[in-house]
DNA sequence: TGTCCATATAAGTATATCGTTATATGATTA
DNA sequence: TAATCATATAACGATATACTTATATGGACA
């Protein structure tokens, strides 16, 4: 019988392991200030689409974030409901915001929006 | 508004990296409350005296742990002056004591004291 | 001084990770 | 319905990681 909080320890380092990549962590610092759709994070790190969506989809996997389609595109929102949310949220208040990969891509005009 | 002790993107990822080891992850959650020597560690891991070695090297490289020689044995500690101390202390606070672990070890005689 | 013991390093291997390009999928819309 | 567009998956390669065993190092102390 395995002891629980080897369990936790368990979970808790697969989460810092995926939270421990810059291109993961800095797009869930994004996240909790705007939603994004794919395409936005392709021009945000200048990387393949496929990479970018194998990224978006290790981290909803473990459900860290979510995605909703509004028209062509799948945004994707950070998932407050989750049970390690508080813990994550910690981490990421501890992060400069990198709201200006937004406003650049706004210059550029390639910023999505479903209004 | 956010915290003004912002941490760089990519020194946090690797800094996540570095603890999304449960290795790693439970090495630095036990020096928070006790001292360990390397083969201490190997006891507690059941893991080659050079894999401890090397999880330790990760961890003193980025000064996360300082080590103390005492006698034959080479004791390691928590680096509570690490500028990201308080980052570090806050994710360890999340994780259930493992402190079992280091009364295993006094159980069977392993626990090294130097007194 | 020489031996012993704890620890560190070297070298090698298996697997994981992160990117790529090519292709599939599936909803939207013309 | 067919074409288009955004996204997902497949397949693959390069590099990183986490172990192993063998060996080196270096302080403690007889």
Redesign the pocket.
Known sequence: MEDTSAMDIQRTA?LL??L?????LTMMKLLKSHEC??????AI??????????????L?DIELVR?E?K??????SINEEHEDYPFIRNILEHLPLQDDLVTNLEAKGLR?SCE
């Open positions: 697969s392991k995926l421990g990549d810059p291109t993961r759709c794919v395409c936005e994070f392709v790190f200048n990387m393949s689409q496929p990479a970018i969506s194998q990224h978006l989809r290790k909803r995605e389609r028209g062509q595109w799948i945004f994707f999505i």
